[in-house]
């Protein structure tokens, strides 16, 4: 079954300075697509970036880029930058190949960027 | 292009009572998924339409039910609402040709049962 891991406790970052959020993820499928949503406090959860299992690229999105680590089975978030509102809960996903698969979300981190 | 609406925002029932959630998918999107967010247990998975067809189901009590319509608006219905289905449920829709089509989610139903 897959499974998704946020460890980290809440996280603080300086304005303009970068932040990475972990995410290790565990599957036994090949084939998989790794998400990072964000959810302000108003409960809306947002897109950030998307990596694909097969992807030799690490995927960037403006300020957010994953650190995809095939290997290690890990999909770190990266935050240049920082900004006050990037505070936010940030919410790592996978979901297996397969129109039956669903997307699986971990527990969450909590950031709060300080100005 | 519009986002993912959902309705009513809040929600206040009784233990007991029945609750029926709204959600409308960006245009063109024919794949719903409903999710249920509790501090406790964070985000799980209750159900995914696409074409009016359930396509996966998390693992939740048949209490909670929902369906497609021809337009991929989707509704979900709690029966017989317990203390513990206080949530904010999340309504995501994607185009769903993929399953690494990203989802983009709604506002939000939140609801209290009281």
């Known amino acids: 079954a897959q499974k998704i891991t946020q460890t980290q406790p809440g996280m603080f970052v300086q304005e303009k300075e970068a932040v990475t959020l972990d995410c290790t993820y565990d599957?036994?499928?090949?084939?998989?697509?790794l998400f990072w949503y964000k959810q302000p406090s108003s409960g809306e959860m947002i897109f950030l970036i998307y990596q694909g299992s097969y992807d030799e690229q690490n995927a960037t999105e403006g300020r957010y880029s994953l650190n995809f680590q095939k290997a290690r089975k890990s999909a770190n978030l990266v935050i240049s930058a920082s900004q006050l509102g990037d505070s936010a809960m940030y919410f790592c996903a996978m979901r297996e190949r397969g129109a039956n698969s669903k997307l699986t979300f971990g527990k969450g981190i909590t950031l709060s960027v300080r100005p | 292009k519009a986002g993912v609406t959902q309705t009513p925002r809040y929600l206040i029932k009784t233990r007991g009572q029945q609750v029926t959630l709204s959600c409308s998918p960006i245009s063109g999107h024919r794949s719903v998924s409903w999710y249920q967010q509790t501090p406790g247990q964070g985000l799980q998975f209750l159900f995914e339409?696409?074409?009016?067809?359930?396509?996966n189901k998390g693992n939740f009590p048949g209490r909670f039910s929902g369906r497609q319509f021809s337009n991929s608006r989707s509704e979900m219905n709690v029966s017989t609402l317990e203390l513990g289905d206080s949530a904010l449920y999340l309504c995501?829709?994607?185009?769903?040709?993929?399953?690494?089509?990203?989802?983009?989610f709604g506002p939000g139903t939140r609801l209290t049962v009281l």
């Open positions: 599957t036994s499928d090949q084939s998989y697509g």
């Open positions: 995501a829709s994607s185009s769903g040709q993929s399953s690494y089509n990203e989802q983009f």
């Open positions: 339409y696409f074409s009016e067809t359930q396509r």
